[in-house]
């Protein structure tokens, strides 16, 4: 019963290098979200996919891209990480269909996290 | 602008000591309310689900209640494994979520 599943789970990195954070889950759920965790700033979304074939840009997208690879993989890249970017990050996924207001109000699962250092 | 705020940041209870935890919101169109609980190294667990106002959910020791501009998270006699940070989501009509800083909770044998 693995749920919501990130690798790696620590990480450290120059500033400048690239990295892909993958997350992965096995609940056939259709929305998945990746957001970033800082002290005194509560999470914070990054991107989201609402369902496969589709991501949308969340209130923190600068520095970063996604991949809905497929239903159970999305993955976050930083192509040039900057200091500013060190933080938790998280993975989540929830049955939500924008295409069916019965699914509505869906509560998030989420991932243990990746903790991320830019030197 | 869309906004969850929650207080206080950290509380401290002898166990036993009954108390309540607070999520004050400002967003258009609330489609959900979500209380989770997140313990250090973990990613949040989910708790509850709330919809509209005077709607009420209970677990175990913690009880969720909603109104028009803020819900509470009532603790009755908790126990030291309570001890954790728990935050408050909103999904708002623009079907983002916004997350409180969390409150922090210790409970003391």
């Known amino acids: 019963n693995a749920g919501v599943t990130q690798t790696p789970k620590f990480q450290v990195l120059k500033t400048g290098q690239s990295m892909t954070l993958q997350c992965a889950q096995d609940?056939?759920?259709?929305?998945m979200y990746w957001y970033r965790q800082d002290p005194g700033m509560g999470l914070r979304l990054i991107y989201y996919s609402a369902s496969e074939g589709t991501t949308d840009k969340g209130e923190v997208p600068n520095g970063y891209n996604v991949s809905r690879l497929n239903k159970r993989e999305f993955s976050l890249r930083l192509e040039s990480a900057a200091p500013s970017q060190t933080s938790v990050y998280f993975c989540?996924?929830?049955?939500?269909?924008?295409?069916?207001?019965?699914?509505?109000?869906?509560?998030?699962?989420f991932g243990d996290g990746t903790r991320l250092s830019i030197l | 602008e869309d906004q969850v705020t929650q207080s206080p940041e950290a509380l401290r209870l002898q166990e036993g000591e009954s108390s309540s935890l607070n999520c004050s919101y400002t967003v258009s169109g609330l489609r959900g309310l979500f209380w989770y609980r997140q313990d250090p190294g973990k990613g949040p667990e989910f708790l509850f689900t709330l919809y509209s106002a005077g709607e009420e959910k209970e677990k175990e020791r913690l009880k969720a209640t909603l109104t028009k501009k803020e819900s509470f998270l009532h603790i009755t006699a908790p126990k030291p494994e309570d001890s954790a940070t728990y935050l408050c989501a909103v999904q708002a009509s623009g079907n983002q979520f916004y997350f409180g800083t969390g409150t922090s909770l210790t409970v003391i044998p």
């Open positions: 609940m056939n759920h259709n929305s």
């Open positions: 989540a996924s929830s049955e939500e269909d924008p295409r069916r207001f019965s699914t509505s109000n869906q509560p998030q699962h």
